[in-house]
């Protein structure tokens, strides 16, 4: 199965996340199939902590893949970033 979810690629103690499409069997920071956003959770108020290729999950979602909590999360969370 096809999931769409986080991929570690922050420093010690300063994480931040690619947004991803894997084989569901793939580690976190194993190989995957398309890098499609990032999240910057410690991103300061006014940054962009949210970025994501909507046209690119449109695609993927179409093709039967499944988000991760995390990533649904996100998404619904942040409706303008993910409509651009």
Do not use: C
């Not at 920071?29 to 410690?42: C, K, V, W």
């Amino acid at each position: 199965m096809i999931t769409v979810r986080l991929s570690r690629v922050g420093t010690s103690k300063t994480p931040i996340y690619r947004i991803v499409v894997t084989d569901s069997r793939a580690k976190r920071d194993g190989r995957h199939l398309e890098n499609i956003g990032t999240y910057d959770p410690r991103a300061v108020e006014g940054a962009k902590s949210f970025e994501i290729n909507h046209t690119r999950l449109s695609y993927w979602r179409g093709v039967g893949a499944q988000m991760s909590e995390e990533v649904a999360r996100l998404v619904a969370r942040n409706p303008a970033a993910a409509s651009a």
